[in-house]
């Protein structure tokens, strides 16, 4: 598979986890987050989530609203590694929505994206039915691409 066909695969993927999110398709997170799932974001060090806290986090969101406006991807060996930016249009958690102690709250959260851009790295493997996601990373909030 070319690297152009295996990036629109992906950003297909990604577009499938927004639409998640906004349709509440819970089954979806189930299917694509494997069992050793860990998400992290900056700038919280502190913010580490497993696949459980992840589906909690991802179910707590009320409004979703998102673009995913560039996704790249490369296989290595059995690995996909994915980066991509995704424009948050809008994100609303239902009120009072908490990660954890020492994490940010769901208000903290969209303060931070909503009206921007993150960028994203992310490890996938196949599980023999379905890619599945196992390290998601926000390693920055932009505000504007570069080409």
Avoid at 43 to 54: A, E, R
């Amino acid at each position: 598979m070319s690297s152009d066909a295996l990036s629109k695969q992906f950003k297909a993927l990604c577009d499938e986890w927004g639409a998640a999110i906004a349709n509440h398709d819970h089954d979806w997170f189930e299917r694509h987050f494997t069992d050793d799932f860990l998400g992290t974001a900056q700038p919280w060090p502190t913010l580490n989530v497993d696949k459980q806290k992840m589906i909690e986090l991802d179910k707590a969101i009320e409004t979703m609203e998102v673009e995913w406006l560039h996704v790249t991807a490369r296989k290595f060996g059995d690995v996909v590694l994915t980066s991509g930016v995704v424009r948050y249009i809008k994100e609303v958690f239902k009120k009072g929505t908490t990660i954890g102690e020492g994490m940010p709250t769901g208000d903290e959260l969209s303060s931070l994206v909503n009206g921007r851009m993150a960028l994203y790295i992310n490890g996938w493997r196949h599980n023999g039915t379905h890619w599945q996601i196992f390290d998601h990373h926000m390693v920055s909030v932009i505000d504007r691409l570069d080409e």
